[in-house]
């Protein structure tokens, strides 16, 4: 079983007021403000994580772009980014 939450990326991604599609304003980001994106989503899911210290681009969900993100305690959440800067974060519940 899976939890969903959504956070909001959209005051992360504010700063690139050119691009309209926070998704890729997310896609990009260089690796450490990805990261540090991906963290901010899955702290404001309610989730602990203290740093992310991996993330990879998995295949693209029809909600828009995903990334499995590692914590520093080795568990993994997967974020969808939506275009409209929200992110749907799924974590395994332990």
Partial sequence: ??????S????ITAHSASINNYQQAVINLNDASRRSALFRAIRD???????????E?????KEGPVW?????D?????????ADGTANVVSRTR
Wanted: hydrophobic share 40%; aromatic share 2%.
């Fill in 1 to 6: 079983m899976g939890r969903r939450r959504r």
């Fill in 8 to 11: 909001s990326l959209a005051a």
């Fill in 45 to 55: 899911a309610g989730l602990a994580c203290q740093n992310v210290i991996q993330a």
């Fill in 57 to 61: 681009r998995l295949p693209d969900e």
């Fill in 68 to 72: 499995r993100a590692q914590c520093e």
């Fill in 74 to 82: 080795k568990s993994y959440h997967l974020v969808i980014v939506q």
